[in-house]
């Protein structure tokens, strides 16, 4: 069996990862090509282009790349044609990989959408695309089943890597100065929120702030010196994350991965006021990061644009912590007890084999 993967950010890098060797595990005879980053390098992925490493976010940022989007467009057509592959793995990413599906679609070639693109959240008009183009959908959110299947569309919740990844660990430590400090894998999250990280450690000199690269991230680094009481990483939160007090997560996976830890956190934005003001328009949820929207409640502090600031971010540090340790074993149990080898790749193989 031949697997190609496009994978288009870190997040999914990572997600993609765990689905691939869950793949490998339970057919080692499989063989996995395409574009993603170092997570599904490591997993065994022949990998063709490191998509991860060239994130493009944002409604202005996505208009001025325009060229080089076309480009990898051009370019990822070819490798599957030259591929042939069994089976096509998209992995998140929608406003590529949607085009991309239809694309495969009219090629013959079968498709699943790994963590499909958020509907529920905003363009419901994608949904109907995903669907036609997609011959399996499986989904890491488990409320998202549940939505598809009140408006007549068939997904499948398969677990969520990181709960997986994660089950019965707890790294937070009540009497610890640590705190981690995770700007985002984006030139412009870490822009906007370093500067206010590094405010929050010089104000704060007796906690101890380690600050949670991204993979890639290192050839877009700010050269700002940093307080003394903060250190640089560039390791996985899952290897960092121990005996923690707080952390402040950008939105994303991240946040997500914090609370599965059982870390206390707040989850802290800024972006590109233009791109900030198109999305408030368009999103129709009343939360930005994934715990919340898991929960239907605000369990983790969310923190947007002029919010972000060092007395804030202080005041968060210092509080009591004990409703949100609770709403995090709530989320654990929320997210159930499902494996990917069993509820995903079967699937998958199941869908090569018809």
């Given at each position: 069996?031949k697997?190609?993967?496009?994978?288009?950010?870190?997040?999914?890098d990572?997600?993609?990862?765990?689905l691939?060797?869950?793949?490998?595990?339970?057919?080692?005879e499989?063989?996995?090509?395409?574009w993603?980053g170092?997570a599904m390098k490591?997993?065994?992925?022949e990998?063709l282009y490191?998509?991860?490493?060239h994130?493009?976010?944002g409604f202005?940022e996505?208009?001025l790349k325009?060229?080089t989007?076309?480009?990898?467009?051009?370019s990822v057509?070819?490798?599957?044609?030259?591929?042939?592959?069994?089976?096509?793995?998209l992995?998140?990413?929608?406003?590529f990989?949607?085009?991309?599906a239809a694309?495969?679609?009219?090629?013959g070639?079968?498709t699943t959408?790994?963590?499909p693109?958020?509907?529920?959240?905003?363009?419901q008009?994608?949904?109907?695309r995903l669907?036609?183009a997609s011959d399996?959908v499986?989904?890491?959110?488990?409320?998202?089943?549940q939505?598809y299947s009140?408006r007549?569309?068939a997904?499948?919740?398969?677990?969520n890597?990181?709960?997986?990844k994660?089950a019965s660990?707890?790294?937070?430590?009540s009497?610890?100065?640590?705190?981690l400090?995770?700007?985002g894998?984006?030139a412009?999250e870490?822009?906007r929120l370093?500067?206010?990280?590094?405010?929050?450690a010089?104000?704060q000199p007796?906690?101890?702030?380690?600050?949670?690269?991204a993979?890639?991230a290192?050839k877009?680094?700010?050269?700002t010196p940093?307080?003394?009481?903060v250190?640089?990483?560039?390791a996985?939160?899952?290897t960092v994350?121990?005996?923690?007090?707080?952390?402040?997560t950008?939105?994303?996976?991240a946040?997500l991965?914090?609370s599965l830890?059982?870390?206390p956190?707040a989850?802290?934005y800024r972006?590109?006021p233009l791109?900030l003001?198109?999305?408030?328009?368009?999103v129709?949820?009343p939360?930005f990061s994934?715990?919340?929207?898991?929960l239907?409640?605000e369990?983790?502090?969310?923190?947007?644009?002029e919010?972000?600031n060092?007395?804030?971010?202080?005041g968060?540090?210092?509080?009591?912590?004990?409703?949100?340790?609770?709403?995090?074993?709530?989320l654990?149990e929320r997210m159930?007890?499902e494996?990917?080898?069993?509820?995903a790749?079967e699937?998958m193989v199941?869908?090569?084999?018809s």
């Amino acid at each position: 069996m031949k697997v190609f993967w496009i994978a288009g950010d870190p997040s999914g890098d990572v997600q993609a990862a765990a689905l691939l060797s869950a793949f490998r595990s339970r057919h080692p005879e499989s063989r996995h090509i395409g574009w993603g980053g170092d997570a599904m390098k490591n997993a065994g992925l022949e990998r063709l282009y490191d998509f991860p490493a060239h994130p493009i976010m944002g409604f202005v940022e996505v208009l001025l790349k325009a060229s080089t989007i076309r480009d990898q467009f051009s370019s990822v057509k070819k490798d599957l044609t030259e591929a042939r592959p069994d089976l096509l793995v998209l992995v998140d990413f929608a406003g590529f990989n949607l085009r991309i599906a239809a694309w495969a679609k009219a090629q013959g070639i079968k498709t699943t959408y790994f963590i499909p693109p958020k509907v529920w959240a905003w363009k419901q008009s994608r949904l109907q695309r995903l669907m036609s183009a997609s011959d399996l959908v499986l989904s890491i959110l488990p409320f998202e089943e549940q939505w598809y299947s009140e408006r007549g569309h068939a997904i499948h919740y398969v677990g969520n890597p990181l709960s997986e990844k994660y089950a019965s660990r707890s790294e937070y430590k009540s009497t610890s100065t640590k705190v981690l400090l995770l700007p985002g894998s984006r030139a412009q999250e870490v822009r906007r929120l370093l500067p206010v990280y590094y405010g929050l450690a010089a104000a704060q000199p007796s906690f101890d702030f380690v600050v949670v690269r991204a993979p890639g991230a290192q050839k877009f680094w700010p050269s700002t010196p940093c307080p003394q009481n903060v250190t640089l990483v560039d390791a996985p939160i899952s290897t960092v994350a121990k005996g923690v007090r707080f952390a402040f997560t950008c939105s994303g996976t991240a946040s997500l991965e914090i609370s599965l830890l059982g870390i206390p956190q707040a989850v802290v934005y800024r972006a590109n006021p233009l791109s900030l003001a198109i999305a408030r328009a368009l999103v129709k949820v009343p939360y930005f990061s994934l715990p919340n929207l898991i929960l239907d409640r605000e369990a983790v502090p969310e923190l947007l644009q002029e919010q972000v600031n060092v007395p804030a971010l202080s005041g968060l540090l210092t509080a009591d912590h004990q409703e949100q340790l609770a709403d995090c074993r709530a989320l654990v149990e929320r997210m159930g007890a499902e494996k990917l080898e069993n509820a995903a790749v079967e699937r998958m193989v199941n869908l090569i084999a018809s």
